[in-house]
């Protein structure tokens, strides 16, 4: 953990695929350069492919970007990359890679739990997780906290949460989500009885968009948990809400 490994990545992957590697079922990799040498991830990519058992991959803070992100992309659409949890958070994959994992998620039928946080995906990347969301029946969590999302990507968030019926957690923290896109979350949520956890702490929605979630969660009554905190609305608005929320545990 956080070491340079770069073009060294492949011999940790040829270790892997020739080691007997199939007991392994956790792998830390996180802050160790692996987006500094494209071939040695491809090769500790190739090398992942040989544990059978992966169930959790953490690749966060390794400087991907599109490139490393198209590597995972490909992995995750053949098959080849089988874990349930995968963590790639802060690793600069932007729009073009966040449109390459959202269509991977289209075919991907094993992961479980995606966290992508802190990755400027923006609105395009967003639109494209969430359009590769509508065909995905697997995954359960995902993680999008802190990628400049705005309002205009909640609308492709809300249509996904009518769609999927396989998401139990969403974290949206710390993007730039106002009342209109609240607005647009609270149709999803109407017509959504999966969701079980949603964090929309830290943006900037008001008492208008506070409102309009308070009322979606009158006709939903499977959303557990719910956090609004740091949101610039009015403590007595946020209590209603919290309120409306405890009432349907």
Not at 146 to 162: G, K
Not at 183 to 203: I, T
Not at 228 to 246: F, K, Q, R, Y
Request: glycine content about 12%.
């Amino acid at each position: 953990r956080r070491c340079d490994l770069g073009a060294g990545a492949a011999w940790l992957g040829t270790a892997l695929s020739q080691n007997g590697s199939s007991a392994l079922q956790s792998i830390d990799l996180f802050g160790n350069g692996l987006g500094s040498a494209l071939e040695g991830f491809e090769g500790l990519m190739r090398g992942l492919a040989h544990c059978s058992r992966l169930n959790d991959l953490d690749l966060s803070m390794n400087g991907l970007g599109k490139e490393g992100s198209a590597v995972i992309a490909n992995a995750l659409t053949e098959g080849n990359l089988p874990v349930k949890e995968l963590r790639l958070m802060k690793n600069d994959i932007g729009e073009e890679g966040g449109a390459l994992i959202g269509k991977a998620m289209e075919a991907n039928s094993r992961l479980e739990a995606l966290s992508l946080g802190g990755n400027k995906l923006g609105v395009a990347g967003a639109i494209a997780i969430m359009d590769g969301l509508q065909k995905n029946q697997a995954l359960k969590q995902l993680d999008l906290s802190q990628n400049d999302l705005s309002c205009i990507a909640l609308r492709t968030v809300a249509l996904a949460l009518v769609v999927n019926k396989s998401l139990e957690g969403l974290n949206l923290s710390g993007n730039r989500i106002e009342s209109w896109g609240a607005s647009e979350l609270a149709m999803g949520l109407e017509k959504n009885h999966k969701l079980v956890s949603l964090d929309l702490s830290r943006n900037k929605i008001e008492n208008e968009g506070i409102g309009r979630l308070a009322a979606a969660l009158k006709s939903n009554f499977k959303l557990k948990d719910l956090s609004v905190e740091g949101n610039p609305s009015e403590p007595e608005a946020l209590e209603i809400l919290e309120e409306i929320a405890s009432s349907s545990r």
